[in-house]
């Protein structure tokens, strides 16, 4: 059943859009998962659009006031989005589909299993590394996170390289990582002009 954007009013199928929710205590949450119980509404998760639900779409379609401005609503679904990709990057490894560790990830791409590979940001000497440039350079590695967020998501400490090997999870974590940069409508974008190697350390 396709669904109505509480911000620019447009109808889109649920794949196209996130959900949200109006928590126990009156406060608003992403649902980025899509399974927590409640009243929900629905939003392109895009600038334009998030911009519209913080100013009074939100407001309008749950029928009261949260009292949120929109840069606390961008850092509402940012931080939704971080706890996504991480959650993501956790099924990843339990489902035998995420490779951790440097060995490990350049196993991953030298036998061609690397769907998606990410860095920690505060991993220098990991980025550096001769095997990742082409992946780098194509876009195809991410930073994110930190060694310390992946060591508690994987159960490991000092983790700084990740690859993920199967398409689904890199293509749901790719746009959880995106999302966790989305820049208010006007605001340049700092991930357009940012490459990992200036990310990291």
Do not use: Y
């Given at each position: 059943?396709?669904?109505?954007c509480i911000?620019c009013?447009a109808?889109?199928?649920?794949e196209?859009?996130v959900r ?13 998962a ?11 998760p895009?600038?334009?659009?998030l911009m519209?639900a913080a100013?009074g779409g939100a407001d309008?379609?749950?029928r009261?006031?949260f009292?949120?401005?929109?840069s606390?609503?961008?850092?509402l679904f940012r931080d939704?989005a971080e706890?996504r990709a991480?959650?993501?990057?956790g099924?990843?490894?339990?489902a ?24 920690a940001?505060d991993?220098r ?8 440039e ?8 991410q930073?994110?996170?930190t060694?310390a967020?992946?060591?508690?998501c ?5 983790t ?9 999870f890199?293509s749901?974590i790719?746009k959880?990582?995106?999302w ?6 006007k ?8 490459s990992i190697s200036s990310?990291v350390?």
């Amino acid at each position: 059943m396709n669904r109505t954007c509480i911000g620019c009013r447009a109808v889109s199928a649920p794949e196209g859009l996130v959900r949200l929710v109006a928590g126990p205590e009156g406060e608003l949450l992403f649902d980025l998962a899509g399974r927590a119980f409640g009243r929900g509404a629905w939003l392109h998760p895009e600038p334009s659009c998030l911009m519209q639900a913080a100013r009074g779409g939100a407001d309008r379609a749950f029928r009261q006031a949260f009292g949120i401005v929109p840069s606390q609503f961008f850092q509402l679904f940012r931080d939704a989005a971080e706890r996504r990709a991480l959650g993501l990057i956790g099924a990843a490894r339990r489902a035998k589909k995420l490779e951790a560790g440097s060995s490990a990830v350049a196993e991953a791409i030298e036998r061609g299993f690397a769907e998606l590979v990410i860095v920690a940001t505060d991993a220098r000497a990991a980025a550096s590394q001769a095997f990742l440039e082409p992946w780098i350079a194509s876009g195809r590695a991410q930073a994110f996170g930190t060694k310390a967020s992946f060591g508690a998501c994987l159960g490991r400490t000092d983790t700084a390289l990740l690859a993920v090997t199967e398409p689904r999870f890199a293509s749901e974590i790719r746009k959880a990582i995106e999302w966790t940069s989305l820049p208010e409508p006007k605001a340049p974008s700092a991930r357009a002009a940012r490459s990992i190697s200036s990310e990291v350390g």
